[in-house]
């Protein structure tokens, strides 16, 4: 691929600017959607040039466009293409898989930007944010505390601690008391402090991974609304957010909360590993007759832990976001103190632990185990407070649209808690079949991840009868669109089979509108399991199958067949995770894969959890309202932003970001849009109907345009009161019913790709272009300028309006 160093603008290079008489420059500026593609396949040109930006993120152009505003105009027919390429952001090198590991992170901070639109409720918003925050905080602590489960109690105390068990594990024979005849090694307590080792590890894994990542991709300074683009940025009012979070200056830059649940993140998980270390030495000192000192000394250091623990929940519920300006001030204090306070405190836990006790042996499982049981208590009971904050909010600004009424946030926090359980769960129950495969030489991890592990069948049949209503339900849907495909392609010869495929389409693709139930079903269902399953553990203290021994033999045997089966899929589960992570690391077009879901998941700032994986979209928005405001300064050009799929909502938070005076210059083409059925539904309090209407207003030179076959994008449901309306009546699909002269091969049934391949996609462009009005370049400042935008290979050309053509149009109004 050819590239080019950045270009300055018209006046740098001493080439005449167009001026509105003129019909002035025009760029089309590409943004793609899922998946990720390259700047060839964009611009349909395999001769690219990249014209600024880096290996991570950049705009480019045809070689043959490097240099289009120097010429004069009207050399052209249509706007300059211009492609801005951001897959690298969510699927560039390997280490992308190493995010799989924080997936029930990545679900938590959705939920977090799920919360319903409110008015008047500003103390209940921040408890929503506390609520959101303090889930985050217990999954933390949930996969430290499965990473100590593994390394500390199954290896290190019950099978170090067990000669049959060790004996076939020769790497831990010198832990063993037996097997190393009484070795320095072979006291639990120094055991527990060499084993702690791992979950530290790990620890220090996420706090690199957070901090690395922060740097590379959200480090990028924005675009104040009211700041001139060739000045540095700085913070900004109030004013001008267009209605939604979105719209203000701080909210693609939190550095600060960033910087502070990090701390305080790092901070609990090695708190939870002192707890681990020290909590079995602690009471084995106040349960022997020797000395109180060392049992005063582990009160004290319990004391110190627990008073550390209320230090980091304080430092969590203490401050949220602050969005009205670019945050960038740090605690300096509180984000390195902590942490270090912290592990002070793992190692004092470490040199108690292994202090000398003569007569100490291990044996059950290590104290600190109902640990479990505890975290799912409290992140249930954090749900069920979420849903009520939820619906209080709701109501004080009912959305008829909203997912769930209100409580898809609570349903996705739950489903959060539930993988985090699974994946904790399912590293448990691998390696405790790994190190006792017969189960007798180790009582195995706690009691209630084996209950949670048997719920999994049940909600698995209740998968299956959702899917099975799913399929019904398309099945009729397809049906009743067999009368609209007829309509929509009358006077065509009847092909019965063409009209069932492509009605079959149309229903599969409604399916998505069906989506709220199932998280609605799945995640009450997953509630109750995981309260019967902590009621079973708490009141028996048993095995599901050993609790219902002496029953009813049909209970007995469905509790015998859940307990196996389900941790059978439990551990099935965790070798196909573990697989498709391997998988990615290695293989480029798995990663893209994986990369589609980083591109929906973690578009959301990282507010609710420091260890999600980075958030996109604070590169990207900030990499394309710099490029729009300093190009349309610089040229005072008209300028399309065509977004697809995801790339439309990139498109959307852009706009919201710029300045008033650049956002009127400045059209919006969307395809294959999620903004409002999937993102104004599921994110209405940033996303809304208020919020897209706001937008709509200030930059009226909007279009969108979906397919019925599309299972992603839709309409965007706003009217013309304030403007042209934004949504075109739904693109034909296919483009032919039949053989034509145009298609002498049957025509695709297109779906989600390749809206440029209609006609309907250069009108629009063109029409967009003609009701902005070119306006005299401002004052010039040096930095890259460009113009463009075309489409992929069989898609023709678009035509742009001529300057004179342009001028006897009716120019936009301004907002």
């Known amino acids: 691929m050819e590239r080019a160093q950045e270009r300055g603008s018209a006046e740098d290079t001493g080439a005449p600017a167009a001026g509105p008489g003129e019909g002035g420059a025009a760029l089309e500026l590409l943004v793609h959607g899922v998946g990720g593609t390259t700047p060839e396949a964009m611009l349909n040109d395999p001769r690219t040039v990249r014209v600024t930006g880096d290996d991570v993120a950049a705009v480019f152009r045809r070689a043959d466009d490097a240099d289009a505003e120097r010429r004069a105009p009207g050399q052209r027919d249509g706007p300059v293409p211009e492609a801005y390429v951001w897959c690298n952001l969510t699927s560039g090198n390997g280490t992308r898989a190493l995010w799989l590991l924080l997936l029930p992170f990545m679900v938590v901070n959705l939920a977090h930007w799920m919360r319903p639109t409110a008015r008047g409720r500003p103390r209940t918003v921040r408890l929503y944010g506390v609520l959101l925050r303090l889930a985050g905080l217990s999954l933390t602590v949930l996969l430290v505390a499965a990473a100590c489960e593994v390394a500390l109690d199954l290896a290190a105390w019950q099978c170090a601690g067990t000669g049959a068990c060790a004996a076939r594990h020769s790497w831990l024979g010198f832990l063993s008391p037996e097997i190393s005849d009484g070795g320095w090694w072979s006291q639990p307590g120094r055991r527990l402090a060499l084993a702690a080792l791992v979950p530290t590890a790990l620890t220090g894994l996420l706090w690199y991974l957070s901090l690395r990542t922060w740097s590379a991709y959200e480090s990028q300074q924005p675009l104040s609304p009211r700041q001139d683009p060739g000045t540095p940025a700085g913070p900004a009012g109030e004013e001008g957010d267009g209605g939604t979070a979105l719209g203000r200056p701080g909210f693609w830059y939190g550095r600060r909360l960033g910087a502070r649940l990090r701390a305080a993140h790092t901070a609990a998980a090695l708190l939870t590993v002192a707890a681990a270390v020290g909590s079995a030495a602690a009471r084995h000192d106040r349960e022997s007759p020797e000395p109180a000192v060392p049992a005063l000394l582990g009160l004290l250091l319990e004391s110190a832990l627990a008073a550390a623990a209320a230090v980091v929940v304080w430092v969590v519920c203490r401050r949220g976001r602050a969005e009205r300006r670019a945050d960038a001030a740090l605690d300096t204090r509180l984000v390195r103190w902590l942490p270090l306070?912290?592990?002070?405190?793992?190692?004092?836990?470490?040199?108690?632990?292994?202090?000398?006790?003569?007569?100490?042996?291990?044996?059950?499982?290590?104290?600190?185990?109902?640990?479990?049981?505890?975290?799912?208590?409290?992140?249930?009971?954090?749900?069920?407070?979420?849903?009520?904050?939820?619906?209080?909010?709701?109501?004080?600004?009912?959305?008829?649209?909203?997912?769930?009424?209100?409580?898809?946030?609570?349903?996705?926090?739950?489903?959060?808690?539930?993988?985090?359980?699974?994946?904790?769960?399912?590293?448990?129950?691998?390696?405790?079949?790994?190190?006792?495969?017969?189960?007798?030489?180790?009582?195995?991890?706690?009691?209630?991840?084996?209950?949670?592990?048997?719920?999994?069948?049940?909600?698995?049949?209740?998968?299956?009868?959702?899917?099975?209503?799913?399929?019904?339900r398309a099945w009729q849907l397809a049906r009743e669109e067999r009368a609209a495909v007829a309509r929509d392609y009358a006077g065509e010869p009847a092909d019965p089979a063409r009209t069932r495929r492509i009605a079959r389409t149309r229903a599969l693709a409604a399916l998505t509108d069906r989506g709220p139930r199932i998280v609605a079903v799945t995640s009450g269902a997953t509630l109750l399991l995981g309260a019967g399953a902590l009621v079973g553990a708490l009141v028996?203290?048993?095995?599901?199958?050993?609790?219902?021994?002496?029953?009813?033999?049909?209970?007995?045997?469905?509790?015998?067949?859940?307990?196996?089966?389900?941790?059978?899929?439990?551990?099935?589960?965790?070798?196909?995770?573990?697989?498709?992570?391997?998988?990615?690391?290695?293989?480029?077009?798995?990663?893209?894969?994986?990369?589609?879901?980083?591109?929906?998941?973690?578009?959301?700032?990282?507010?609710?959890?420091?260890?999600?994986?980075?958030?996109?979209?604070?590169?990207?928005?900030?990499?394309?309202?710099?490029?729009?405001?300093?190009?349309?300064?610089?040229?005072?050009?008209?300028?399309?932003?065509?977004?697809?799929?995801?790339?439309?909502?990139?498109?959307?938070?852009?706009?919201?970001?710029?300045?008033?005076?650049?956002?009127?210059?400045?059209?919006?083409?969307?395809?294959?849009?999620?903004?409002?059925?999937?993102?104004?539904?599921?994110?209405?309090?940033?996303?809304?109907?208020?919020?897209?209407?706001?937008?709509?207003?200030?930059?009226?030179?909007?279009?969108?345009?979906?397919?019925?076959?599309?299972?992603?994008?839709?309409?965007?449901?706003?009217?013309?009161?304030?403007?042209?309306?934004?949504?075109?009546?739904?693109?034909?699909?296919?483009?032919?019913?039949?053989?034509?002269?145009?298609?002498?091969?049957?025509?695709?049934?297109?779906?989600?790709?390749?809206?440029?391949?209609?006609?309907?996609?250069?009108?629009?462009?063109?029409?967009?272009?003609?009701?902005?009005?070119?306006?005299?370049?401002?004052?010039?400042?040096?930095?890259?300028?460009?113009?463009?935008?075309?489409?992929?290979?069989?898609?023709?050309?678009?035509?742009?309006?001529?300057?004179?053509?342009?001028?006897?149009?009716?120019?936009?109004?301004?907002?």
């Open 341 to 472: 306070t912290a592990l002070a405190l793992l190692v004092l836990s470490v040199v108690h632990a292994g202090w000398e006790r003569p007569g100490w042996a291990s044996s059950g499982r290590l104290p600190g185990d109902e640990t479990f049981g505890a975290l799912g208590l409290a992140q249930g009971l954090l749900v069920i407070a979420l849903g009520g904050a939820a619906r209080v909010l709701h109501r004080s600004d009912p959305d008829r649209r909203a997912a769930l009424r209100g409580l898809a946030g609570p349903a996705v926090a739950m489903l959060a808690c539930a993988l985090g359980g699974v994946m904790s769960g399912g590293v448990a129950q691998r390696v405790a079949d790994w190190l006792d495969g017969t189960g007798t030489a180790m009582p195995g991890p706690p009691v209630v991840l084996t209950w949670q592990a048997s719920a999994i069948p049940p909600l698995l049949v209740l998968l299956l009868v959702l899917a099975g209503w799913l399929a019904r």
């Open 540 to 815: 028996t203290d048993r095995t599901p199958g050993e609790a219902a021994r002496g029953s009813y033999a049909v209970v007995h045997g469905a509790a015998e067949t859940a307990q196996a089966l389900g941790s059978w899929l439990i551990g099935l589960g965790f070798i196909l995770f573990v697989t498709w992570g391997r998988r990615a690391y290695k293989d480029a077009s798995a990663r893209r894969t994986i990369g589609i879901l980083w591109d929906v998941g973690t578009f959301w700032p990282r507010a609710a959890h420091p260890f999600a994986p980075p958030c996109y979209a604070e590169r990207a928005v900030p990499d394309l309202t710099w490029r729009i405001a300093t190009w349309t300064e610089d040229t005072g050009g008209r300028l399309v932003v065509s977004g697809h799929s995801q790339g439309s909502v990139l498109a959307a938070a852009a706009a919201w970001q710029l300045p008033p005076a650049t956002r009127s210059r400045v059209a919006l083409l969307t395809y294959g849009s999620p903004l409002e059925r999937l993102y104004g539904r599921w994110f209405p309090a940033h996303f809304g109907p208020e919020a897209l209407d706001r937008l709509h207003r200030e930059a009226d030179c909007w279009t969108n345009l979906y397919r019925l076959t599309d299972p992603i994008g839709g309409p965007v449901r706003l009217s013309g009161d304030d403007g042209p309306p934004v949504d075109r009546p739904p693109l034909k699909d296919p483009l032919a019913y039949s053989r034509t002269r145009a298609h002498p091969l049957p025509a695709p049934i297109l779906g989600h790709s390749d809206y440029q391949a209609d006609p309907v996609f250069a009108e629009e462009r063109r029409r967009l272009l003609a009701r902005l009005r070119p306006e005299v370049p401002g004052p010039r400042h040096t930095g890259p300028s460009s113009g463009a935008v075309p489409g992929p290979a069989t898609r023709q050309a678009a035509g742009g309006a001529s300057g004179a053509a342009d001028q006897g149009r009716a120019g936009r109004s301004s907002p």
